[in-house]
């Protein structure tokens, strides 16, 4: 006979079995890219040799390996230089290299704001290879008190601002009906397992896309997920990676993103909604102070409550965690971003 203590073991260790095989599959993936970089046109020409291989992120749609190189153009190796190659196996490798490509030639090449330089790009394996980012993030900052960081949070204000400025850059159109689809999947799927909460969440989710629907100010390329896990920096450098969602799209999309974001990371961190909020400050007027769009300001708020939407979304569905006594919080800071989005934005 067998027990549920039994039934419920081999249940786990079935799941664990299933879990160590998909782990596996992705490294499987990710190695295979190993054989080789990419060409690398945006070098100087020269006979590239590979130090050292390795993988940043295994993934079975977009992994992420490294390799170590050096360039000998005929005078001697150059110095080590690290290349990071990113495959793009749904497709979409091209695009993405030729934005890079066009944001590095708009300006974007400096060493105070800027973007991976492009390498090269392999269209057999739509894999593309760029300059490896500063090692710090924007996000590790979060882990001690936010407050003294909120200058480089005022980088990342400079850096959309300039973004948001660039014309010339093709992007996609973001489909008209993109908000909406996604909330109504995020606002069904909560629903679903918040019912004490489901008639809030429907007004919630009528509010964020009313204020959507009434918000002001320029469409401009976005980043599409402008946020500080994608911003690396030094004393030098401020570097902002992973361009796969940039679309064509309403300037105030960057602003929301990055708000809600940074408040439920420091939240994630703090057990505080308010411990990021200087940073919210610094972002804002920096991007302002740099000629951001003034509009898309005003319309933040919206942008915000969608975050909130997306973000609970992810923390209890996709990727659910244990302690959800969050919620509450999350839920009020949700209405509080539609209230102040029908009130006419922050400021």
């Given at each position: 006979?067998?027990?549920?203590?039994?039934?419920?073991?081999?249940?786990?260790?079935?799941?664990?079995?299933?879990?160590?095989?998909?782990?596996?599959?992705?490294?499987?993936?990710?190695?295979?890219?190993?054989?080789?970089?990419?060409?690398?046109?945006?070098?100087?020409?020269?006979?590239?040799?590979?130090?050292?291989?390795?993988?940043?992120?295994?993934?079975?749609?977009?992994?992420?390996?490294?390799?170590?190189?050096?360039?000998?153009?005929?005078?001697?190796?150059?110095?080590?230089?690290?290349?990071?190659?990113?495959?793009y196996?749904a497709?979409?490798?091209?695009?993405?290299?030729?934005?890079?490509?066009?944001?590095?030639?708009?300006?974007f090449?400096?060493?105070?704001?800027?973007?991976?330089?492009?390498?090269?790009?392999?269209?057999?394996?739509?894999?593309?290879?760029?300059?490896?980012?500063?090692?710090?993030?924007?996000?590790?900052?979060?882990?001690?008190?936010?407050?003294?960081a909120?200058?480089?949070?005022?980088?990342?204000?400079?850096?959309?601002?300039?973004?948001?400025?660039?014309?010339?850059?093709?992007?996609p159109?973001?489909?008209?009906?993109?908000?909406?689809?996604?909330?109504?999947e995020?606002?069904?799927?909560?629903?679903?397992?918040?019912?004490?909460?489901?008639?809030?969440?429907?007004?919630?989710t009528?509010?964020?896309?009313?204020g959507?629907?009434?918000?002001?100010?320029?469409?401009?390329?976005?980043?599409?997920?402008?946020?500080?896990?994608?911003?690396?920096?030094?004393?030098?450098?401020?570097?902002?990676?992973?361009?796969?969602?940039?679309?064509?799209?309403?300037?105030?999309?960057?602003?929301?993103?990055?708000?809600?974001?940074?408040?439920?990371?420091?939240?994630?961190?703090?057990?505080?909604?308010?411990?990021?909020?200087?940073?919210?400050?610094?972002?804002?007027?920096?991007?302002?102070?740099?000629?951001?769009?003034a509009?898309?300001?005003?319309?933040?708020?919206?942008?915000?409550?969608?975050t909130f939407?997306?973000?609970?979304?992810?923390?209890?569905?996709?990727?659910?965690?244990?302690?959800t006594?969050?919620?509450?919080?999350?839920?009020?800071?949700?209405?509080?971003?539609?209230?102040?989005?029908?009130?006419?934005?922050?400021?």
């Amino acid at each position: 006979m067998i027990t549920r203590a039994a039934s419920v073991a081999a249940t786990t260790s079935d799941a664990a079995t299933a879990s160590d095989a998909r782990r596996a599959e992705r490294l499987a993936v990710a190695e295979s890219l190993l054989v080789s970089p990419p060409p690398l046109d945006g070098l100087p020409p020269g006979r590239v040799q590979v130090l050292t291989r390795s993988v940043v992120h295994a993934s079975r749609s977009r992994p992420v390996v490294r390799w170590t190189v050096t360039v000998d153009s005929g005078t001697g190796p150059s110095s080590p230089l690290a290349v990071i190659g990113k495959s793009y196996r749904a497709g979409g490798g091209e695009q993405a290299w030729r934005l890079l490509s066009s944001l590095h030639h708009a300006g974007f090449d400096g060493a105070e704001l800027g973007v991976p330089a492009p390498y090269g790009f392999d269209p057999a394996r739509q894999l593309l290879a760029q300059e490896e980012a500063p090692a710090t993030t924007l996000h590790s900052f979060l882990d001690g008190d936010p407050g003294p960081a909120s200058p480089e949070a005022g980088r990342a204000g400079r850096w959309l601002a300039r973004l948001h400025g660039i014309r010339g850059v093709q992007v996609p159109d973001l489909a008209e009906d993109f908000e909406r689809l996604k909330l109504a999947e995020y606002g069904t799927a909560l629903a679903g397992l918040l019912p004490q909460s489901a008639a809030r969440l429907d007004e919630l989710t009528a509010g964020t896309l009313e204020g959507l629907a009434g918000s002001v100010g320029s469409r401009v390329v976005t980043h599409g997920d402008f946020q500080p896990k994608n911003i690396h920096l030094d004393a030098d450098r401020f570097v902002v990676i992973d361009f796969d969602r940039a679309a064509w799209a309403p300037a105030a999309r960057d602003l929301g993103h990055f708000i809600g974001q940074t408040l439920t990371m420091g939240a994630a961190r703090h057990g505080d909604l308010a411990a990021a909020l200087p940073w919210v400050g610094a972002f804002l007027d920096a991007y302002s102070d740099c000629s951001g769009d003034a509009g898309a300001v005003r319309s933040t708020p919206a942008y915000v409550a969608r975050t909130f939407a997306e973000v609970l979304f992810y923390r209890l569905v996709v990727r659910p965690v244990a302690d959800t006594s969050f919620v509450p919080d999350w839920l009020d800071a949700w209405e509080a971003a539609v209230e102040a989005a029908a009130a006419g934005g922050y400021r």
